[in-house]
DNA sequence: ATCCCATGTGTACCAGCGTACACATGGCTG
DNA sequence: CAGCCATGTGTACGCTGGTACACATGGGAT
């Protein structure tokens, strides 16, 4: 098997500095040297582990994707109660993430939406968008739960970009729209979208 | 009054030539040098211009959040007819947007999104959000159409940056959702519990 | 015991960057 | 019409970056 010598651990180190760099200096300070500098190892070390830096990026973004599946495994006991209120829970939770970790958060979202330029992230953005979808999915339907994800990216992102507070009643009135939409109208299982 | 001597279009080149930079390369290849060569311009004009970054983006920023209300202007005639289905537009003009200049809107949104780590930036992106929900708001609440922003936003983000297609038909029955949800009264929607 | 090679280290190179600054030019004000 | 100063230009400096590469080391296969 793979024979690490010395610092078994040293992979995983590297990858530590470079989310504590990325959350201290954003995406436009990072680089070999300063992981480098951050993780107290030598230049050639981080060259070696990642010839690229979007190889560095991959591998920081999957491990931050636990951010939200974090919080939500620790406080989110009640959304899979299905006697629950999903759209206050959600919004519960939401507003849980954005306050207590808001450098965390900016954090996950700087590398989440870096995707958009960097193609070799998105297979990880598109998995970390399909567990979020899983986790709601198993409340609702697919289309509802899809959706009700594309809306708390969309909230969450109005916060972060424009400086702005979270309103949690608003978040679960209009989530609550969502979810509640389909069942409200009377036919209930009237989701097909894809 | 200013007094621009020889090329008076000078300051304005500049910035459409910082667009078609970010455009090829990303910000991430934005600089001074690049803008210049881009514009043909020495480097020292596009310093004496603008001093930082920083200014050249918020103003490129300016300029490209004219994008999605260009589409709306020439293509959303049917937004202002309260006749119209607003879901249903507006799930139509995304897609007209989306899949009419993936390359613009991409660019688009590589700036808007910038304002995560750029506080500069942050004005000019709320800017652009509080325009859009002030379209959307002359069928709808105020409320109504904030989320609806936010969810079109999301829906954007997600085949963005997953790289999937859109789909029109779920933008529309999600959008709905939204935007009809509060068809009995403004603060009653709790009310209808069965 | 020996050797291979994955792993780790140090350094040098060159390109591109922001910045600063001295100098050029010619419209505008007075 | 004379000078000011906003505008425009060219160059140099110091720094940081990615990359390459020669060398070191020792675990495990043989």
Redesign the pocket.
């Known amino acids: 098997?793979?024979?690490?010598?010395?610092?078994?651990e040293?992979?995983q180190r590297i990858i530590d500095a470079a989310i504590r760099v990325v959350g201290a200096k954003g995406i436009a300070?990072?680089?070999?040297?300063?992981?480098a500098?951050e993780a107290d190892?030598?230049?050639?070390?981080?060259?070696?582990?990642f010839?690229?830096?979007d190889d560095l990026m991959v591998a920081a973004l999957r491990q931050t994707n636990e951010g939200f599946a974090k919080v939500v495994r620790e406080h989110g006991g009640a959304l899979a109660d299905p006697g629950a209120d999903l759209a206050a829970e959600l919004a519960r939770l939401t507003g849980e993430w954005l306050d207590g970790d808001r450098p965390g958060v900016e954090l996950e979202y700087e590398l989440y939406l870096a995707a958009l330029r960097r193609p070799a992230l998105r297979p990880v953005a598109a998995e970390w968008c399909d567990e979020v979808t899983e986790l709601i999915a198993r409340r609702t339907d697919h289309v509802t739960a899809r959706a009700t994800a594309a809306l708390i990216d969309g909230i969450c992102l109005q916060v972060l970009l424009t400086g702005g507070a979270y309103d949690e009643a608003y978040a679960h009135e209009v989530l609550a729209r969502v979810i509640d939409g389909p069942a409200g109208a009377g036919d209930a299982r009237r989701a097909t979208g894809r």
């Open positions: 098997m793979a024979a690490r010598r010395y610092d078994p040293r992979r300070g990072l680089s070999h040297r300063s992981v500098a190892v030598p230049l050639g070390s981080t060259t070696y582990h010839k690229t830096l």
